[in-house]
């Protein structure tokens, strides 16, 4: 299986930009330079570059199940680094969604223990469940508590982001770098600002 319809659309797609602007791919080709990290999650229902109306090239985007940052996480440190110390991006954007399967996995002990593998990753968003437990477990409604707990997800990345050794060297070296939260509707489409951005500690 070939999947023609994937190569059709990405043919159609390509031609289409080119059609707009003849030369975007020859330009995009000679350089990397966003000044954008966006770590968001792997669902397919947010993605990065369309919700915030960038073209490609300008958004350097690690994603992952529900948008967790952790130190022993090798690949999402190496994107931090790589986005820091090669690309000098200025801004460093976590975005979780409401809704998120993941964190509301981790909302329920017994059902991650289920899931195997899965359980060690959304570990990581149980200890945040466990951190808010009272401000959360007093919301009556139980998709208002799901989408607290998503808010509160997004917020505890955004402080793993700035505990990372990259973003504090950049820091002390004087590097206007900001950290932001985010969060994303996927009922609506619209993103809101957690207000927790960090340009320093």
Request: glycine content about 6%; aromatic content about 10%; proline content about 2%.
């Amino acid at each position: 299986m070939t999947l023609k319809c994937l190569f059709d659309n990405n043919r159609a797609w390509a031609d289409g930009i080119k059609k707009e602007d003849p030369a975007f791919f020859e330009r995009l080709s000679k350089q990397q330079s966003p000044k954008y990290l966006w770590i968001g999650c792997s669902d397919s229902r947010v993605p990065a570059n369309q919700i915030v109306g960038m073209p490609p090239g300008e958004l350097f985007v690690h994603r992952n199940i529900a948008n967790i940052v952790v130190q022993s996480d090798i690949n999402c440190m190496a994107v931090i680094q790589y986005a820091v110390e090669v690309l000098s991006v200025q801004h460093i954007i976590v975005c979780g969604h409401y809704g998120c399967g993941g964190v509301k996995t981790a909302m329920d002990m017994e059902e991650i223990e289920s899931y195997g593998l899965i359980n060690n990753w959304l570990g990581h968003v149980s200890e945040v469940y466990r951190r808010y437990m009272k401000e959360i477990n007093a919301i009556f409604d139980a998709a208002q508590r799901l989408d607290r707990l998503c808010e509160f997800n997004v917020i505890e990345q955004v402080h793993n982001v700035c505990r990372t050794g990259f973003v504090r060297n950049a820091w002390r070296k004087g590097r206007d770098l900001y950290v932001h939260g985010w969060i994303y509707s996927i009922r609506d489409g619209i993103l809101k600002d957690l207000d927790v951005s960090v340009n320093r500690i």
